[in-house]
């Protein structure tokens, strides 16, 4: 007889349109080949302007591309919710409640969409769940806790009003020294897995974020069919959610969404080995995460003459000879027996030694020969609360970014560290998002030099009756139509693909060049590493103009300075350009020929940057940029353009008697 096999508990499908893409892709490489030609046939001679402006292009264009320190009050906002767990868990399973977040249903469901034999019961739970929530809040503004509820109250049979069992609820608060380093989330993380295993011991572990909540109550059957398919369940280190957020406003004010990354890149490593571990909406295998290698032989049960076999090895009177059976151990891991009694490798729990713990981590994991898949359903499996303001989103993307690049440097980089252990195709993916710091130097001299040298009146691209405008165009063009394209394809709006570009900008002007210094200074011991949390709770009137979707600044930062700066620049530049061909120059509308496409960059740099404008100038809310900023941007602005002006008109007299 035949084994029958069972049906896959998951399927992969190849994307539509493949051959498109490679057809689109190859003619954008050639467009580029184009433009590198152009600048190298047509760099200035010694006597002609804008020779260094011209070679700084050139380089430009090669580059394209928790813990809550032991808080009484989150201790006892979980007391208080355990309580409560007691009447809501036996509604949720007996109204089919999703999601099971009590404040995020509330916030959808209306009393009166309830037939009358459930109104009742809604308004009860209802009820309770703001009585629980006063109580904390009340708490909180104190900033105390009632004594009683401070008492050992450990009751290891609770149940819920219909008299199941409740889960176990553990708060677990490490110790901290000031000379011992904790590690940020990588050792609380450790420290949970640790005691875990002591207290469940289960199988699985699902790693999320304090703000985030379950919002598809079938995602763990979901995780566990990826883990349980007989086919390729046994190759899968852990599932990884994308990280979804439910304040997103309509247009995606922050680009808080990463939804390209998500939605097109995640879904393309699935063919390469699976999506970065991302620190959060993760169900992970403990016994990976305790160090185990990948080994394809665990994917057959062994049969009862193996067992009887390997148990006769175990029990021998020399099994024990060298190793640490029989010894004292300050601490002993368990690790289930069925899967493994031992850690075979010397990576165990979440690495440390940079910002981002969480993709060094999962590339340790994928070196031991494991994958991973990514789990996107339509209902998104956990939602969190992204950064409501521009200085919460900089500074984020700050981390990240500098997290990337700290891996990069360090012996675990991808770079070299992956090499023969993954695929290459991985490998590379892995390298794409490390370098992220370096995209800042090409950016700033593209947000800078061509507009210094419009005001100047020097052309640095080819004028739009010279052939060797079209490759500029097309590239220029397609790119931005087929990043359009995706971001539609990817559930965007126009508005939101724009407010995208505007923070594709920011994050490489500010984020990325402040933690490519700080890394550098962290590098040769000049300061040490820390971590930034990101705020969970807004104010009001926060809120209220993050929902209108109005850019809020805030205090003054050398992020907002910089930002500022570079808006008044080109602001600067651009209307001196054109109030110069207008009034002084001869040629008149003869001119913007030869300059047309940096009167093109200038422009749409201006456009991007009007909320800057508005909050510089306009704003009279709290969320405006403060004056201070707005008097240290227009100074320095001014004082580069006049610095340039006086240093080009020195050097030309020079080449000139020379």
């Keep these: ?70 808080s009484d009050i989150t201790f006892y906002a979980l007391l208080e919710a355990s309580i409560f767990a007691k009447q809501w868990l036996p ?33 009860t739970i209802k009820k309770l769940y703001q009585d629980m929530e006063s109580r904390i809040e009340n708490a909180a503004k104190m900033g105390r806790v009632p004594e009683e509820i401070l008492l050992d109250g450990k009751d290891s049979s609770v149940k819920d009003v219909d008299g199941n069992v409740m889960p176990i609820l553990v708060y677990l608060a490490r110790e901290k020294r000031p000379h011992v380093a904790h590690n940020f989330k990588a050792g609380a993380m450790n420290s949970l897995i640790r005691v875990s295993s002591m207290i469940s011991n289960g199988d699985i572990i699902l790693n999320i974020d304090c703000d985030m909540y379950s919002n598809n109550s079938q995602s763990l059957r979901d995780a566990l069919c990826f883990f349980m398919n007989e086919d390729k369940g046994h190759e899968i280190a852990f599932v990884q959610s994308p990280q979804c957020f439910e304040n997103i406003t309509k247009n995606d004010l922050y680009a808080g969404s990463l939804r390209v990354i998500y939605e097109m890149d995640f879904h393309g490593l699935d063919s390469l080995g699976g999506p970065l571990y991302i620190g959060t909406g993760c169900f992970h295998r403990r016994e990976i995460l305790c160090g185990r290698k990948f080994n394809d032989q665990i994917k057959k049960e062994a049969s009862l003459n193996e067992l009887e076999e390997k148990s006769k090895a175990i029990a021998s009177c020399t099994f024990e000879k060298n190793t640490l059976w029989g010894k004292e151990v300050t601490f002993f891991l368990i690790v289930p027996i069925s899967s493994s009694c031992y850690c075979d490798s010397d990576c165990m729990g979440l690495q440390y030694g940079c910002s981002l713990e969480d993709v060094r981590t999962g590339l340790s994991i994928k070196c031991r020969g494991w994958k991973s898949v990514n789990y996107n359903p339509q209902r998104k499996a956990f939602l969190g609360v992204a950064p409501n303001t521009l200085p919460q989103t900089l500074v984020q993307h700050k981390r ?69 405008f079209i490759p500029f165009a097309y590239v220029m063009l397609g790119d931005s139509f087929y990043c359009l394209m995706e971001f539609l394809w990817s559930g965007g709006t126009v508005k939101g693909w724009w407010n995208d570009l505007r923070l594709w900008l920011y994050k490489r002007t500010t984020s990325y060049l402040f933690a490519f210094v700080d890394t550098i200074f962290k590098f040769f011991g000049f300061s040490e590493s820390t971590f930034i949390v990101s705020a969970k709770v807004a104010e009001e009137k926060v809120s209220q103009r993050y929902e209108k979707e109005i850019m809020e600044f805030g205090n003054s930062s050398p992020m907002l300075t910089l930002l500022a700066t570079l808006a008044l620049l080109n602001l600067f530049c651009l209307l001196g350009m054109l109030l110069k061909q207008v009034f002084i120059n001869e040629e008149g509308l003869r001119i913007f020929d030869t300059i047309a496409l940096q009167i093109l960059l200038s422009g749409v740099l201006v456009l991007i940057n009007v909320p800057v404008y508005l909050g510089l100038f306009l704003r009279k809310d709290k969320g405006r940029l403060p004056i201070s900023v707005a008097a240290k941007s227009t100074a320095l602005a001014l004082t580069a353009c006049a610095l340039f002006i006086s240093i080009t008109l020195r050097c030309f007299i020079f080449s000139v008697l020379v």
Aim: charged share 15%; aromatic share 18%; with cysteine.
């Design 1 to 70: 007889m035949t084994e029958e096999k069972c049906a896959p508990l998951f399927e992969t499908k190849r994307a539509k349109g493949r051959l498109f893409y490679k057809v689109f892709s190859l003619s954008l490489f050639v467009g580029i080949c184009f433009i590198w030609v152009f600048r190298v046939s047509h760099i200035p001679r010694e006597s002609e302007d804008g020779k260094w402006g011209w070679i700084g292009l050139l380089c430009a264009e090669l580059c394209r591309e928790t813990e809550c320190a032991a």
């Design 91 to 123: 509604f949720c399973r007996k109204f089919k409640v999703d999601p099971t977040s009590p404040a995020a249903y509330f916030k959808t469901i209306a009393s009166s969409t309830h037939p009358n034999a459930r109104a009742q019961e809604f308004v």
């Design 400 to 468: 990240w970014s500098e997290g990337c690049f700290q891996i990069l440097l360090s012996k675990h980089s991808p770079a070299w560290c992956a090499y023969g252990f993954i695929s290459p195709g991985l490998q590379m993916a892995y390298c794409y998002y490390n370098p992220w710091v370096f995209l800042s130097w090409p950016t700033l001299y593209y947000c800078i030099i061509p507009s210094l040298y419009l005001l100047k009146g020097i052309p640095l691209f080819p004028q739009m009756s010279s052939p060797w």
